[in-house]
């Protein structure tokens, strides 16, 4: 028996009281489509495309269904229980993903109000130390002092910032 017949067959069994082949089958996919949409399943049609191509690998194997409308229905469970697996792990992922970009947005918006908040002269020290690594040596030139004063004067202008931070984190600054 081919596949297409075994399909058949499985559809006079589930309609019996129904003619056509087309018309029995267009009954399973809606009665599959609400039985995917009554549990909230966005892609009702893809999953009841998902349970009949299962149910056609069954029959393609000569596999006996004693109960088609039960195994119809044990196939549709196990591809909504999937289904809700995979939309659960999206959701976790797409949680994860939004916590990361919340503290993202914590950390850009906070480094912000803090370098904001220090005054001009310690700000353009920073940008200026900070914009090119090359010219380190030259910026403490032209400030009259060493290198080793240079890099201690950022360290204690990055100290500030780290409790500014540390500040705005914990919801102390706004």
């Excluded at 029995?24 to 999953?47: P, V, W």
């Excluded at 002092?145 to 706004?174: D, F, P, T, V």
């Amino acid at each position: 028996m081919t596949t297409d017949d075994a399909f058949d067959e499985f559809l006079i069994r589930l309609e019996p009281d129904i003619a056509s082949t087309a018309l029995r089958y267009a009954r399973l996919r809606h009665k599959l489509i609400r039985f995917f949409e009554g549990r909230s399943c966005r892609d009702g049609e893809g999953l009841t495309d998902e349970t009949v191509q299962r149910l056609l690998k069954d029959l393609s194997v000569g596999k006996e269904i004693a109960k088609p409308w039960s195994y119809l229905y044990g196939v549709a469970t196990n591809v909504h229980r999937e289904y809700s697996r995979r939309i659960g792990r999206f959701v976790e992922l797409k949680n994860d993903f939004e916590s990361v970009v919340d503290e993202v947005d914590d950390f850009v918006g906070c480094a912000t109000i803090c370098l904001e908040r220090l005054p001009d002269d310690k700000r353009r020290l920073v940008e200026q130390y900070y914009s090119d690594r090359g010219s380190r040596i030259e910026l403490a030139k032209r400030m009259g002092i060493s290198l080793a004063r240079l890099r201690l004067k950022i360290h204690r202008i990055k100290n500030e910032l780290k409790e500014c931070y540390r500040k705005c984190i914990q919801g102390q600054i706004s």
